[in-house]
């Protein structure tokens, strides 16, 4: 049950620098949550962050914090081959979950935990971000509108530059690459924008060390006939770039910074009615967030980014290293 104030009490399983983008500094701007315990793989670390960001309690293991019976949920924050270990143990332990993208190792384990999801009275969301800020809703509505006619074509591209190679999203063993880190966002794009999940045509990748990319490239199609293309990168010579657009038979439109629409909150969009931008809210999409899985935990509210959602995603990206001829990342 929420804490006596009405607040879902959350645990962060892991004490990662991420955490105060995507979770606390998001909960402080939040009343329906609050923050109220940190675990990580040994004391002082755990002790450490809670210190440094005013948790109350530190968890020197992750089994520890996912069995207090004063959490109402956990947000799991560990590297991603863990995510469904720790999503199971979680639900297991009656407690309701928000967990980081990608939701699994591969698509096998996400429809695993759907299945266990939907026999439990449980929350379980994946953290895809992006879909709950207002610019991507709009971008839905006016697919679906007709506006832009029939769909023709669907490009997304996402390069985040992280230079840190022993970092763990360049990691095999913690299911590691662009595809699994960058690529989540890019294959939810393109199954958002395209309005279907796509067969994978073909991939080809560019890796960092053997069987992990840290660039990737895959041609799409879509069941109603459109076609698409994702990029996606972990390093790239042309540094930082992000841009999704859609084409249609009677006009286009483009977004910068599609995974982050609070950065550039503008759509552009090109039909029959003319030419217009489209501005949004700056708040961040973290917060948006946060918003829905506070709503879906409290009062029932439907959720977006649901484990069957999920497994879709983890669908295309399985795809897309079959295709590229790299191996579907495993759990851990």
Partial sequence: MPDDAGRVRIGILGASSFAPTTIL????????VVITAAASRDVP?????????GIAKAYGSYEALV??????????LVPTSMH????????????????????????DEAREIADLAAESDRVVMEAIQFRHHPLTRRVEEIIASGELGRLERVD???????PTFNANCYNYELAGGAMMDAGSYVANIARTYGGATPEVVSAQAKLQKPKVDRYMAAELRYPAGHTGRIRCALWSGKMFWATASVVGDAGRLRVFSPA???????LFVRSANGRRVERFPRRPTYAFQLDTFAGAVLRGEPVRT??????????????????????????S
């Avoid at 670390?45 to 960001?53: D, K, N, P």
């Avoid at 069995?67 to 799991?76: C, G, I, K, S």
Wanted: proline share 9%; hydrophobic share 45%; glycine share 4%.
């Fill in 156 to 162: 997304v591209s996402l390069c985040v530059m992280l």
């Fill in 260 to 266: 982050a629409p609070h950065l550039f909150p503008y």
């Fill in 306 to 331: 649901t484990p069957q959602e999920a497994a879709e995603n983890m669908s295309v990206i399985d795809a897309v290293y079959r295709a590229a001829g790299l191996p579907v990342r495993q759990p």
């Fill in 84 to 107: 469904g270990r720790w999503t199971k143990a979680a639900l297991a332990a009656g407690k309701h979950v928000l967990c980081e993208k990608p939701f699994t190792a591969n698509a």
């Fill in 25 to 32: 500094n998001p909960a402080k701007g939040n009343s329906e």
């Fill in 45 to 53: 670390s755990a002790e450490a962050f809670a210190a440094q960001y």
């Fill in 67 to 76: 069995e207090d019976p004063d959490l109402d949920a956990v947000y799991v």
